[in-house]
DNA sequence: CTCGATCGTGAGAGCGCTCTCACACCCACG
DNA sequence: CGTGGGTGTGAGAGCGCTCTCACGATCGAG
């Protein structure tokens, strides 16, 4: 069944010997067929059915030195990213965008804490063309790394400087999300406000508050309770858990990701507030989870799969040869309004 | 680590140069390094420090013909791979998995429905060294086509004739998984059973719903109250609307996926019908999903991670040179009682 | 000592492909 | 009829690496 002699493949000399024509041409007429008259285009065609030849990659890599294929590069542990239901929507968008290509997807998930430096050094061992970077935490020091490798790229969420750190990324427009959450939740009657932000060393936690924030200080209301989670719903669960021990009185909730607005909404429940009644809920994302909660989540959509494919479209404008564009493209967000507030 | 200049990489030639000894010396230090002396073995090591030595993986694909990196091979569509909590864990496990080796994964998603035909191209063409392949539908065609390779490969679930079609898998104790959410149903006081199934196309769906079956048979029940879902939200929505029309006075559900579980939470509570009181619901798969429902879902547990290392492990068993075992690794499952059931 | 075995080493032959270059051929133009 | 400029083609030189093979040095056994 599974033979132990791996087939033997047909090379480029083959399909050049069955077309009657010189390695050359062969090649010529698989890559685009310039200068290729029609009758040896037609053998080659021919010989290349006839064999089931594919070109050899490493062969073609080794003097191209193109790899045809592009790394997204998780920071993260593989158990934070694939639980993150917002990163796994880049991804689909991202596989979405590459199937129109010869583009091979690696991914490249950091295995422990710290591991940038081994994926780096894959990276500027030219096994691929380009890389895409998400969910980066902390200082900028990653970008400001891959800008050194001299190899093309694309961020998802901005750096935390974007002046002195000039690199190609999109994101969404976090600040505007705050605001509506804030916006709403104030449009509604609510007026002890309060907020299970993210990490404050990701910048689209920060932006999310920042939004917030302002809005609430632009309608007159304090802005001071705040607590901070990790995007996880362990993590929500004891942010939202301690807002509720600091700020009992509390009417509405912006909770900056679905995974912890979801666990916010469980704490909650536990804690015996109705929801929307005595607390409103807004969250972030608009994911699959949004739908299956207990009511329904409120939250601000941002598009995930668009995400990724506005990534790897910046990606191919510079595979194409275009300098990267510093700087940002700032997707749109939207408020959904379902049952939670 | 200074320039930004076009990098040229160092190579091989190179490091020799540098170290004082021959291309063929430093090969054979950089891998494992048999017969070298000592010296040679530091000398090199030093200059490969000292450039930043990595080897040009196409280079050395071309001649060893392994290209260390390993195929995972989804037959759906980005969408539905991404949206599948379990699918996304089965992932997870991958990657840890191969983080401790050299290879790397690259991910080979269907474009469209029917797209295997490319993905076996890709795969025949030696571009990788084996295959993952998860999710598989329908017939056992590509469990087929994958034997006919001659490249090593597990699956993710049971062929659905494991007798006739040899093929190494690992899944999960499906039988087992319906069996035990129906004696919880029925140890619980249920008598009004019924089942969301999965795709009757699915070797899981077909396992979970006879495991169920049975149960109910030994139990004196009938098992005729089956609707099929596609194991996503909509699907679920759908299959359990169907299911309440069609069987009014259940009181006790399994569902065959967490998803559906949730979207089946959904319309009861829609339909006024109270979980657990006037319906107990039982769910499968056990990922975030179960918990951030409400009630939380009482579901059978799968091995999520464990499915994705098992199957990497096997895989990593026939790229060291053992035969393909042929045949399953079946995974234990588990009941995990929250409120719902 | 002599002899064969063992060890460390380097020279060199490719792996399958692309790409430059030279060349033969054809056509229009003066 | 030359001449110049296309156009299609093939020969051949590598890309960076591994691996076989031959060779001198070393060493223990006889």
Redesign the interface.
């Given at each position: 069944?599974?033979?132990?002699?791996?087939?033997h493949?047909p090379t480029l000399e083959e399909v050049a010997r069955v077309a009657g024509v010189s390695r050359a041409t062969v090649s010529r007429a698989i890559n685009g067929g310039s200068r290729v008259s029609p009758q040896a285009q037609a053998a080659v065609d021919r010989a290349v059915a006839q064999l089931?030849y594919?070109?050899?990659?490493?062969?073609r890599?080794?003097v191209t030195r193109r790899?045809d294929?592009v790394a997204l590069l998780v920071p993260e542990t593989?158990?934070r990213?694939?639980?993150d239901p917002f990163l796994?929507?880049v991804?689909?968008g991202v596989?979405?965008a590459l199937?129109g290509t010869e583009l091979?997807?690696?991914?490249?998930?950091a295995?422990h804490a710290g591991d940038t430096a081994r994926q780096l050094?894959y990276l500027?061992?030219?096994?691929v063309d380009g890389a895409l970077v998400t969910s980066h935490h902390g200082n900028d020091e990653l970008a400001l790394?891959m800008?050194?490798?001299?190899l093309p790229f694309v961020f998802g969420g901005r750096p935390f400087d974007p002046d002195s750190v000039a690199v190609p990324y999109v994101d969404a427009d976090n600040v505007n999300g705050g605001r509506l959450a804030a916006e709403h939740l104030i449009g509604t009657g609510r007026r002890r406000l309060a907020t299970v932000a993210g990490p404050a060393d990701m910048s689209a936690a920060v932006d999310r508050l920042d939004g917030w924030r302002r809005a609430l200080e632009e309608a007159g209301l304090h802005a001071d309770a705040v607590e901070h989670g990790d995007f996880t719903?362990d993590g929500g669960t004891a942010a939202m858990e301690r807002l509720l021990r600091h700020h009992p009185d509390v009417d509405g909730v912006f909770v900056a990701s679905d995974?912890m607005a979801?666990?916010a909404?469980?704490v909650l429940?536990n804690f015996g507030r109705r929801v929307p009644d005595d607390v409103a809920v807004v969250g972030f994302d608009d994911t699959?989870?949004a739908?299956?909660?207990?009511p329904?989540l409120t939250t601000v959509r941002q598009p995930a799969e668009e995400h990724g494919e506005r990534m790897v479209e910046m990606l191919l404008e510079q595979l194409a040869g275009s300098p990267p564009r510093l700087g940002g493209e700032i997707l749109p967000v939207e408020l959904i309004v379902r049952e939670s507030a």
């Open positions: 069944m599974t033979s132990g002699e791996p087939t493949l089931g594919t070109p050899n990659r490493a062969a890599s080794l790899t294929s593989g158990a990213f694939v639980s796994t929507g991804l689909q596989t979405t199937a091979q997807l690696v991914l490249l998930v295995q050094r500027r061992s030219g096994h790394e800008s050194r490798l001299g719903i995974p979801s666990a909404l469980q429940r699959m989870l739908t299956t909660t207990t329904p």
